[in-house]
């Protein structure tokens, strides 16, 4: 999350409409607007090396994966956010424009400003979506990947990833080697 911007406060319908005349990114919590600041090489990196491979994995079925630009509606907490990859199977947001609602798995890659904030209050956010089955959280500095998964439970199960296994989707059918995660980084 970026700086707090000047006190506005609005809904978070008001937030997409103004956000889609703005120059630069912001994200949404609570009725407050925050600037978002421009990514390192590797963060960008790392996205577009799973994205691409969920794109092409994804290829002929109901599910898309989508990066970077495309925003996040998490209604129950008031919140509008950028995740760095997300895939939706839903056939709402498959007919959605602006921002996705019902995402089954988010990826979101680590920066030392944002590390904090991604485990703690986002994910927190982030678990209120009953169509989320997975969170990723990707480190691109120490070649980590944990994967947080919602057990039938309801609880969430850590899956951490500090060997040659990379990342891996169990609500895809998805694994994609560290190698491929972190080509060209």
């Known amino acids: 999350m970026g700086l707090q911007q000047h006190q506005i406060v609005m809904t978070t319908e008001e937030f997409i409409a103004w956000e889609n005349q703005q120059p630069d990114?912001?994200?949404?919590?609570?009725?407050?607007?925050?600037?978002?600041?421009?990514?390192?090489?590797?963060?960008?990196?790392?996205?577009?090396n799973i994205a691409a491979k969920l794109k092409e994995h994804l290829r002929g079925g109901p599910c898309r994966a989508l990066m970077l630009d495309m925003k996040l509606a998490v209604?129950?907490?008031?919140?509008?956010?950028?995740?760095?990859?997300?895939v939706t199977c839903h056939p709402d947001d498959l007919k959605a424009d602006l921002a996705m609602g019902h995402p089954k798995v988010i990826i979101e890659v680590l920066s030392e400003s944002t590390a904090a904030y991604d485990r703690g209050a986002k994910?927190?956010?982030?678990?209120?979506?009953?169509?989320?089955?997975?969170?990723?959280?990707?480190?691109?500095?120490t070649?980590?990947?944990?994967?947080?998964?919602?057990?039938?439970?309801?609880?969430?199960?850590?899956?951490?990833?500090?060997?040659?296994?990379?990342?891996?989707?169990?609500?895809?059918?998805?694994?994609?080697?560290?190698?491929?995660?972190?080509?060209?980084?």
């Open 25 to 48: 990114k912001h994200e949404f919590v609570a009725g407050e607007v925050f600037a978002m600041t421009g990514a390192r090489r590797v963060h960008v990196t790392v996205s577009m």
């Open 75 to 86: 209604q129950t907490a008031d919140a509008v956010f950028y995740p760095d990859v997300l």
């Open 123 to 141: 994910f927190a956010m982030y678990r209120q979506l009953e169509s989320l089955e997975e969170y990723v959280l990707i480190d691109p500095d």
């Open 143 to 185: 070649r980590r990947v944990e994967v947080f998964r919602r057990q039938a439970s309801g609880d969430w199960l850590l899956m951490a990833s500090e060997s040659d296994q990379g990342l891996i989707l169990k609500s895809l059918d998805f694994a994609a080697p560290p190698d491929v995660v972190f080509e060209d980084v």
